[in-house]
């Protein structure tokens, strides 16, 4: 499956955006979906993720309670809607996809990723 990430752009802290990730190729419902970041000199870390079966969502800490993820099967699309953006929210933005991942966290469970959306939020 082929994944492609886009919408980010430059905020205002304390405004929105809504991340896309567009998924090609393959059956993309049979897939989890999850949301990554990396911020300069920092490790790719887990956002958020959204089951294939279910649509259960889950999220880091930080972003717990205002981001929110949700999917489209029929589109083929998922998004990242995030609110009450933060300066520490700034980073680029990646989603991926894997077929029944043993755990949404690493990075490493999967294996198709989008190429990246960069979000800069401002103080």
């Known amino acids: 499956v082929q994944l492609q990430a886009f919408g980010g752009g430059l905020v205002q802290a304390g405004g929105s955006l809504r991340l896309s990730c567009l998924a090609s190729?393959?059956?993309?419902?049979?897939?989890?979906i999850g949301w990554f970041r990396q911020a300069p000199g920092k490790e790719r870390e887990f956002v958020g993720a959204i089951s294939w079966n279910r649509g259960t969502t889950f999220y880091t800490d930080s972003v717990e309670g205002r981001f929110t993820i949700s999917r489209d099967n029929n589109k083929n699309t998922v998004f990242l809607q995030m609110s009450s953006l933060e300066p520490e929210d700034t980073a680029v933005y990646y989603c991926a996809a894997e077929t029944g991942v043993a755990s949404y966290f690493p990075p490493f469970q999967y294996t198709y990723w989008g190429q990246g959306t960069q979000v800069t939020v401002s103080s």
């Open positions: 190729g393959r059956t993309f419902s049979n897939y989890d």
